[in-house]
Each structure stands twice: as C-alpha cells, then as structure tokens.
C-alpha cells in the first residue's frame, strides 16, 4: 500500500529534550494515529486524532491533525530514557484502511 | 481474550517449507489486519478482513501467500515455500471496524510472530 512519508527516520537525543517528528501525504485523510513500538513488541496506540486542525495531548506528547489534512506531527516533551522506541504515524482514508509511515526510531542518551 | 493473541511466537523453518502462522483477535473485533515488519522497517500492509466482506488482498506480496479467517474471528496467514526474504515480524491487529465513530478507528496490536526463514 502508499506508504505515508515520515521524517525523521531516526533521532539520537539528550535526555531531557523536546523532540518533533512529523508525517506527510500527497493523499488527504480522515483520522491520523501516533504509534509507539519498543524492541520485541507490537505497535502501542499514542494518540488518535479525527478531524482537521484538531490537537490533542496525551502526558508529554502532543499531536496535531494538519488542516489540510495531509500532514499530522508529533511532539515529545522532556525525553526521558523509556521514550526510546520506533514511534509511527498512520492515517485511514474511507474503508477503514490503515497506512503506516516509515517510523521514526528514537534514541535518547541519559 | 483481553488482547490480539498472536502464534507462534517465533518460528524458524527451512527454506522451500510451509508455515501457518495464527491470530486470535480481540473479541468482538470486526475487522482483522495483517502487517509485516522486516528488521528496522516500516509497517507493511498484507491483507484485510472486514466483516464478510471479500478481503482485501492487495499488499500480498505474491501468490505464496494466502490468508483465511474462519468465522469471522481467527485468522491464518500461511506462506508456502517460504523463501529467506520471507523473514520477519508478522503482525495481526483488529478493530471494532465500521467507517466511522472512533471505536472502529483504534486497532489494536498483537505482539507478532517472528519468521526466520534459514
């Protein structure tokens, strides 16, 4: 299926700061979702978003559904050491079909 | 169950054998994904169940693979003559299903089967 494009593929950071990811579409979208997989485990649900321009926290994280409603970002407050993970954006269009960007693989140092 | 319930775990087989690998969804779930995941990749997009709907089997890979679900709740991804690039994490997720309403927007995961194919 279209991959969704997401960016960065990888981030190494200090403990302690803040971190932006986002995701892109040339294709527009009804709800965007935020996933986190840590080694040896499947995908965790983060944040859901379902309309355009909405924002939505959940802890640290926070979450934006672009209002032309081909773009969602994610931000992570204050890392901590158990941010690390591969986080990953996923959008659904009519017909209740998931597409999944290509991960950002997080990394923090303590 | 309380999850999506994934089996085996871990499998490896040679290459040129079949395998079966299972997926137990969470009660009630309508809709049943399957997703493959080579080491350091994305999520890639293998086949969908809806319902009684007719699958969708557009991110089959080849025609190696096949899937069923029997009775609208456990699912079978079998891959015959499995090859080396065969391997990876097999993931299965559902949802409540239905095109609107979050409940069938939230999929939950299971924790996947990983092929090793040698």
């Known amino acids: 299926g279209q991959q969704l494009n997401q960016s960065p593929q990888s981030m190494f950071i200090q403990e302690g700061e803040d971190v932006s990811m986002n995701c892109t579409s040339s294709?527009?979208?009804?709800?965007w979702l935020w996933y986190k997989q840590d080694p040896g485990e499947g995908p965790v649900l983060l944040i859901a978003l379902y309309k355009a321009g909405e924002l939505t926290s959940n802890g640290r994280l926070t979450a934006q559904f672009g209002i032309t409603r081909k773009d969602s970002f994610l931000n992570i407050s204050a890392s901590i050491p158990s941010d690390v993970g591969i986080y990953f954006c996923?959008?659904?269009?009519?017909?209740?079909?998931?597409?999944f960007g290509g991960g950002t693989r997080l990394m923090v140092k303590p | 169950g309380a999850g999506v319930s994934q089996s085996p775990s871990n499998k490896v087989t040679e290459k040129g054998k079949d395998v079966e690998l299972r997926c137990d969804p969470i009660s009630g779930h309508t809709a049943l994904y399957w997703y493959r995941q080579s080491l350091g990749q994305g999520l890639e997009f293998l086949i969908y169940f809806q319902g009684n709907s007719a699958p969708d089997k557009s991110g089959l890979p080849s025609d190696r693979f096949s899937a069923e679900r029997t009775g609208g709740s456990v699912s079978t991804l079998t891959i015959q003559r499995t090859q080396q690039e065969d391997s990876a994490v097999y993931l299965c997720?559902?949802?409540?299903?239905?095109?609107?309403?979050?409940?069938?927007?939230?999929?939950?995961f299971g924790e996947g089967s990983w092929l090793t194919v040698v």
């Open positions: 997720a559902s949802s409540l299903g239905g095109n609107s309403g979050t409940g069938g927007n939230t999929i939950y």
């Open positions: 294709s527009i979208f009804n709800t």
């Open positions: 996923a959008g659904r269009r009519a017909g209740n079909m998931l597409t």
